[in-house]
T-cell receptor, first 117, second 113 residues
Framework: NAGVMQNPRHLVRRRGQEARLRCSPM?????VYWYRQLPEEGLKFMVY????????ESGMPKERFSAEFPKEGPSILRIQQVVRGDSAAYFC???????????????FGPGTRLTVL | DQQVKQNSPSLSVQEGRISILNCDYT??????FLWYKKYPAEGPTFLIS?????DKNEDGRFTVFLNKSAKHLSLHIVPSQPGDSAVYFC????????????FGTGTRLQVTL
């Protein structure tokens, strides 16, 4: 039973380039969440998606950042025209349903470490 | 605004002893609380959770205590093992919908031999 997959694990971009981060949720999970962790900080919520729908994007920066979770394929977090301040670890999590029941929770992938030169 | 605070950035405990990790929160309306463990270069791993209607939840060596009047959460690990060395994050579900977690800044636990 594969866990949450993220790729690439490491991504280096120059200022002004685009970064695309991919997340494949656990099998059977239809809810995806993206978090960002800056150095020496906790994880910060960015966006919550279900298939083909953005449910909550209250943590997303207003510009340059977008996310999608298409009917087929992984969820994509896209950062356009990256700047040095975008350097961080980006984690994706998935869950099988909304709401806490039993042991259900958000399961995290290993993260993508983005470095902007 | 720091709504979830872990005031101890690091903690060192001897193997076999109890590890106590603390977390304070600001909003009494928070509904659900979780602890995650994180090793370097890996994603957080869920450890244990507690809802606001309880004050204690136990799972093996891990126990979480919730003191609602003090807005305080703690994780007890007994006995501590070297493999427990990691960064521990407390997280809260502010909305009660399991859709958005707010994390503390983490406490790095080092279990020594």
């Amino acid at each position: 039973n594969a866990g949450v997959m993220q790729n690439p694990r490491h991504l280096v971009r120059r200022r002004g380039q685009e970064a695309r981060l991919r997340c494949s949720p656990m099998k059977g999970h239809s809810h995806v969440y993206w978090y960002r962790q800056l150095p020496e900080e906790g994880l910060k919520f960015m966006v919550y998606l279900q298939k083909e729908n953005i449910i909550d994007e209250s943590g997303m920066p207003k510009e340059r950042f977008s996310a999608e979770f298409p009917k087929e394929g992984p969820s994509i977090l896209r950062i356009q025209q990256v700047v040095r301040g975008d350097s961080a670890a980006y984690f994706c999590a998935s869950s099988s349903e909304q709401g806490w029941s039993g042991t259900d929770t958000q399961y995290f992938g290993p993260g993508t470490r983005l470095t902007v030169l | 605004d720091q709504q979830v605070k872990q005031n101890s950035p690091s903690l060192s405990v001897q193997e076999g002893r109890i590890s106590i990790l603390n977390c304070d929160y600001t909003n009494s309306m928070f509904d659900y609380f979780l602890w995650y463990k994180k090793y370097p270069a890996e994603g957080p791993t869920f450890l244990i959770s507690i809802s606001s209607i309880k004050d204690k939840n136990e799972d093996g060596r891990f126990t979480v205590f919730l003191n609602k009047s003090a807005k305080h959460l703690s994780l007890h690990i007994v006995p501590s093992q070297p493999g427990d060395s990691a960064v521990y994050f407390c997280a809260v579900d502010k909305t009660g919908t399991a859709s958005k977690l707010t994390f503390g800044t983490g406490t790095r636990l080092q279990v020594t031999l």
